[in-house]
């Protein structure tokens, strides 16, 4: 073995801020159970994380405690309400550097917030008076890529159809990366927005977005990054990253379900038209027409998930507690571990990056001919939960040539033991149908 | 193991030697030939039934398909069970196999009926796979609609 002197003030591995996940474990009830008679291995945190204590007890307070509605009431419960309401908007904003408190919108979901960008360009280009970095027709493009989950694929489908303009995507190679070459010829002066998945919830890959971004500044477009799988797990600067919007959502990042952000720049959320009507969303109401609030309210209209907000901002809370540096470092051993342990498995292949670089820890395989249906019923009778199917990006699916894919994927609270339970499970499954 | 009940011996044989599998054309040429293709929009997997019918007799029932041991071996037992059998016959079949997959494990397969078909009782006590074993028996019943043959009452999966 050689031996490397590493020169003073170089950043080594050991600057890493690193955590017990014996005590986070401890911190997540659901960790303790048992399924079909085995100790959890839960591997499906891409799908939806768990939640710890922290988070949970916040929801049951909000709503034992402080619940009322949200922006409409005097009286104390109300106040308690929104101060906790916009309390956890301020925590979100922090979490990712957005640079105004109000450029967070909450919504349902990242399907949602895509939608509400995809809907305030329908309607922006309805009228004659919508902004025109907003409107859409024929000859303008909407460029998407390969690698999308169907939540970043349909609404722009739906949307090119309802504008006449249209859709493009930049493919991928077979190593799970996004193909660049043809970059140029892809985003050009009609491409009016480029959205793209940050961290792909199947092949895991974590797209290098500064290329595409400086393309689509050159251009003239919006960025849009799809950072659903890439917010819960690696730490995100919206400044950094210099998109125009992102999306992510709660019930992957140690939240509740029910509860999502798009985050925008203040200038081009204030240009967007609304998208639903309601209330909170308005500035007056005659019965001839209305005129709108500001964003973020201008997005929220009507009564909006309270409770989950506020244990929304408690999850970003937890996860700021624990570093987000030091759950990137976690899972990228985890993942170095796993891609070696299941390198081992005879008739395994890997979709997507097979080296734990530029991707994370959601790594989806195929057991030789064995359908993923029959992999993941086999584990589960062994207590392992992975996904398995096509997990909402049947593009990548029909790309690699497969129906369904099986798919392991890991969190702050994953640990070793549990990667070697699934590679364990994985030799039950070739007993059964080898 | 509760597996057992799940993957049985008669399961595994028909996903791994497969009977009759592949399309075919109708051997008598005045036959009336038709097929269904079906997904299972969740998982994915495919299967096509196709039907050679006089109108009162199943000729052949030939399939192709990708997907899991539960829905490939249906559809294996399907083309045992059904092939050469009377509509009328291959229909109380069929609505057997409905009744035993939607019991959520509480119907008692009747093996005279089902055949290899009663392998896939534990099947029924895990919802999320019921879908795969009926794919191919919705497929078929497709096609011999249209085929043009009698229609069974409808099922609900």
């Known amino acids: 073995m050689s031996s490397l002197t590493i020169p003073a003030g170089m950043p080594q591995f050991d600057d890493v801020p690193r955590f017990d996940v014996a005590a986070v474990r401890a911190d997540f009830p659901i960790l303790d159970r048992e399924v079909n008679g085995h100790r959890l291995v839960y591997l499906d945190s891409a799908n939806t994380s768990h939640k710890p204590r922290q988070v949970l007890d916040v929801l049951a307070e909000h709503y034992a405690m402080h619940n009322a509605n949200v922006s409409r009431s005097v009286h104390t419960l109300g106040t308690e309400a929104t101060e906790a309401y916009e309390g956890a908007r301020a925590k979100i904003a922090r979490f990712v550097n957005a640079p105004s408190v109000d450029e967070v919108v909450f919504v349902k979901n990242s399907t949602e917030a895509i939608n509400v960008v995809a809907y305030a360009f329908s309607n922006a280009s309805l009228g004659a008076d919508g902004d025109p970095r907003f409107r859409l027709g024929p000859g303008d493009e909407i460029v998407i890529s390969e690698m999308e989950h169907h939540s970043n694929i349909v609404p722009w489908q739906l949307l090119a159809e309802r504008t006449g303009a249209t859709l493009r995507w930049i493919p991928v190679t077979d190593a799970g990366r996004l193909d660049e070459s043809g970059l140029d010829d892809l985003v050009t002066e009609r491409t009016k927005i480029v959205s793209l998945v940050h961290m792909s919830n199947i092949l895991g890959t974590v797209n290098a977005t500064a ?118 470092w976690h899972e990228k051993e985890l993942t170095a571990y796993a891609l070696d342990a299941l390198a081992t498995v005879p008739g395994l292949r890997i979709f997507g990056p097979t080296v734990p670089v530029g991707r994370g820890g959601t790594i989806s395989f195929a057991l030789g001919d064995i359908h993923p249906h029959d992999v993941g019923q086999v584990l589960d009778s062994l207590g392992v939960q992975v996904r398995v199917g096509h997990h909402c990006a049947k593009p990548v699916c029909t790309r690699f040539g497969v129906p369904a894919m099986t798919r392991a994927s890991f969190y702050l609270y994953t640990t070793t033991g549990e990667i070697d339970a699934l590679v364990g499970g994985l030799e039950q499954v070739r007993k059964v149908f080898d | 193991m509760q597996l057992d009940q799940l993957y049985q011996e008669i399961i595994l044989d028909h996903y791994k030697r497969p009977h009759g599998r592949g399309l075919r054309d109708a051997d008598d040429p005045a036959d009336r030939v038709a097929e269904a293709h079906h997904v299972n929009p969740t998982c994915g997997d495919e299967v096509t039934v196709r039907v050679a019918t006089d109108g009162t007799v199943l000729h052949d029932i030939s399939y192709d398909g990708m997907g899991c041991s539960i829905s490939q071996a249906s559809a294996s037992v399907l083309h045992e069970l059904l092939r050469g059998r009377g509509v009328g016959e291959a229909f109380a079949v069929h609505e057997a196999f409905v009744e035993l997959m939607s019991g959520r494990g509480q119907v008692t397969p009747d093996e005279d009926v089902l055949g290899d078909g009663v392998a896939f009782a534990g099947v029924a006590r895990y919802p999320a796979r019921v879908k795969c074993a009926l794919l191919p028996w919705m497929a078929f019943k497709d096609a011999t609609a249209r085929a043009g043959v009698g229609v069974s009452p409808e099922v609900k999966a």
Do not use: N
Not at chain 1, 268 to 291: K, N
């Open chain 1, 211 to 328: 290329r595409i971004t400086a393309r689509v500044r050159e251009v003239g477009a919006l960025l849009l990054l799809d950072c659903s799988q890439s917010v819960p797990h690696l730490p995100i600067d919206v400044v950094d990253l210099d998109a125009d919007f992102i999306v992510f959502t709660g019930h992957k990042m140690c939240g509740p379900t029910g509860i999502g952000v798009l985050w925008g720049r203040g200038e081009l959320l204030a240009a967007m038209p609304p998208v639903f009507g309601g209330g909170s969303m308005i500035e007056t109401v005659t019965m001839a027409r209305s005129t709108f609030a500001a964003p973020p309210a201008r997005f929220e209209a009507g009564t909006p998930p309270i409770a989950e907000a506020v244990a929304l901002g408690a999850a970003v809370d937890y996860l700021t507690g624990l570093d987000m540096r030091a759950v990137q």
